[in-house]
């Protein structure tokens, strides 16, 4: 190579069994894996870093985090029980002379404590709907994506046709038929709100079901569910957390709109969809009892989309 000669004043030689292992442990060694003078990082270490940039996102998880503790701890330590009346302070304004901050209901119950507790309510119920939802979509569109063919299209067109069903009918009937008690409302969402996440696993696991890890674990006999669970479901963490954050205020917006028409939580426990109702009822003479719930349920499902986007920037690939 007269080019190389000229350039380099040597002549090409062909390395060594010994060059090459030598060769190869340098530069495996950590610190010739550093970038801009930073070791190598993994995707969540560096999704944590963005998402702690990300100060809309952080601000919204602390309150958050503040709110339910909150509706967790708050009942316990206030000195009024969400279910006793005050005779003597029916329907009272917020004050900060008496033991009722956010003021009373028409029944002279404490509003903060009944705000606090309907929070923990509605929150339980986003959590878990959000989680069977979550979990039913997942092994169904995971299902559908990587089998494929007439297995994919019925289980899909079971979906389109669960589209079609109006859940207020669904939530209607299981009301008439068997009241309205809490793990109904959680069963009631959860039968219509798994169905986006299903129609998102599937899109991704038919994008994952062609790589080579996939047709690796196929050719060595890995049967079809161990490749499901634990070669597609892992690499779909992502999606599935970033679509979580956005489910859950979505639930916990369906079950303040069932408990406002009255087909959801029952007295005496409340959520605030139940309080939105009684104050809406009464908002010309007792606004606080419609301000105060609407702006708990508004915060929490800003912070929870607020969370979402955040989660969603720092798990794109393309912002590494």
């Known amino acids: 190579m007269p080019g190389w000669t000229r350039r380099y004043g040597t002549e090409p030689r062909m390395l060594k069994s010994n060059e090459i292992n030598d060769l190869v442990t340098k530069l495996t060694e950590p610190s ?5 003078g930073e ?6 270490s560096d999704a944590r870093r963005r998402f702690i940039r990300n100060k809309a996102a952080v601000f919204s998880l602390v309150l958050l985090t503040f709110i339910a503790l ?3 701890v708050g009942p316990w330590v206030l000195p009024h029980a969400f279910d006793s009346a005050d005779w003597d302070a029916m329907s009272s304004p917020p ?5 009722h901050f956010w003021g009373t209901d028409e029944a002279g119950r404490d509003l903060l404590v009944r705000c606090l507790v309907g ?6 119920v986003g959590l ?36 079609a069903i109006p859940y207020l009918l669904i939530a209607i009937l299981l009301v008439t038929i068997l009241g309205r008690e809490f793990y109904l409302v959680v069963l009631t969402i959860t039968a219509f709100s798994w169905m986006d996440m299903a129609r998102v696993v599937r899109g991704q696991t038919l994008s994952l079901r062609s790589t080579e890890y996939v047709e690796a674990a196929r050719a060595m006999g890995v049967s079809t569910s161990r490749i499901i669970f634990a070669h597609i479901v892992p690499n779909l963490l992502g999606v599935v957390v970033i679509y979580t954050t956005v489910t859950v205020p979505g639930v916990i917006l369906t079950e303040s709109v069932l408990s406002f028409l009255g087909l959801g ?3 005496p426990m409340t959520s605030w969809g139940v309080l939105i109702e009684d104050g809406a009822s009464v908002m010309e003479v007792s606004l606080w ?8 349920l508004s915060a929490s499902l800003y912070c929870f989309n607020f969370i979402g986007d955040g989660m969603r920037d720092a798990l794109d690939p393309k912002e590494r």
């Open 265 to 267: 939580i029952q007295e």
């Open 39 to 44: 070791a190598g990082r993994s995707l969540w």
């Open 289 to 296: 009892m419609l301000l105060f719930p609407a702006g708990l």
């Open 70 to 72: 909150a509706c967790v």
């Open 32 to 36: 010739m894996l550093q970038v801009d």
């Open 95 to 99: 004050s900060l002379k008496n033991s």
């Open 128 to 163: 878990l709907a959000t989680l069977a939802s979550v979990s039913i979509g997942i092994v169904w569109g995971a299902t559908a994506g990587f089998i494929g063919g007439k297995v994919d299209a019925l289980m899909m067109r079971i979906v389109d046709m669960m589209y």
């Open 119 to 124: 929070g923990r309510v509605s929150l339980t």
